[in-house]
């Protein structure tokens, strides 16, 4: 997992550390010392720690005039054991929300598990932005993982399943990927 780093290719459009209204403005990173750790291994040092002990992330891009944020993820994801949804709504969710982000795009591609508590800070998450048409796409989650988040009843909340898998978006740019997850879910809104 060491050797897995957070995309880079949008940096010359956006860094969290440069953006004033980030949770991670000012971060400093290493490529030398890999401190952070997955169970018992080690990742990459440009990953962003919220609190989890098993999930990391990377803010990739955020648009403030078109009011949405691309985030990366790595790790697992575990309610059950971590709270991880607690962190991730607290120590970046909101920080985001504040300044006016209100559609999120999760990137989970590394995520290779979800052990699920309850679903009230996904709950929470959605009454914070629906007020402003906003919402949350998961993209790429494997099988296992929609199964499991299925079986939590998050589809009432986020947006996940094969209609965002499969979905090629390191070929785009980031205003590209949002209009290509808006379209989809535009499609989706119209056959329900």
């Not at 300044?99 to 709950?123: P, Q, R």
């Not at 589809?155 to 499969?166: E, K, T």
Request: hydrophobic share 35%.
């Amino acid at each position: 997992m060491h050797d897995i780093e957070p995309y880079f290719k949008w940096r010359d459009d956006y860094t969290a550390e440069t953006d004033r209204l980030s949770p991670f403005y000012k971060q400093t990173y290493s490529e030398l010392h890999f401190t952070n750790k997955i169970y018992n291994y080690y990742i990459h040092p440009q990953w962003d720690n919220f609190g989890s002990q098993t999930l990391y992330l990377k803010i990739l891009y955020v648009e403030y005039d078109k009011a949405f944020a691309i985030i990366e993820l790595i790790g697992e994801w575990n309610d059950c054991l971590y709270n991880d949804i607690r962190y991730l709504k607290s120590e970046v969710i909101n920080v985001l929300t504040k300044s006016g982000i209100h559609k999120f795009i999760l990137l989970c591609d590394n995520v290779l598990a979800f052990h699920s508590s309850d679903d009230c800070y996904y709950e929470e998450w959605w009454d914070d932005i629906k007020e402003e048409d906003g919402w949350v796409v998961m993209v790429n989650t494997f099988d296992n993982v929609q199964e499991d988040m299925k079986r939590a009843r998050l589809q009432y909340y986020v947006n996940f399943g094969a209609r965002y898998n499969d979905f090629i978006w390191q070929n785009k740019t980031p205003i590209l990927v949002y209009k290509a997850i808006k379209k989809l879910l535009e499609k989706e809104q119209k056959y329900l």
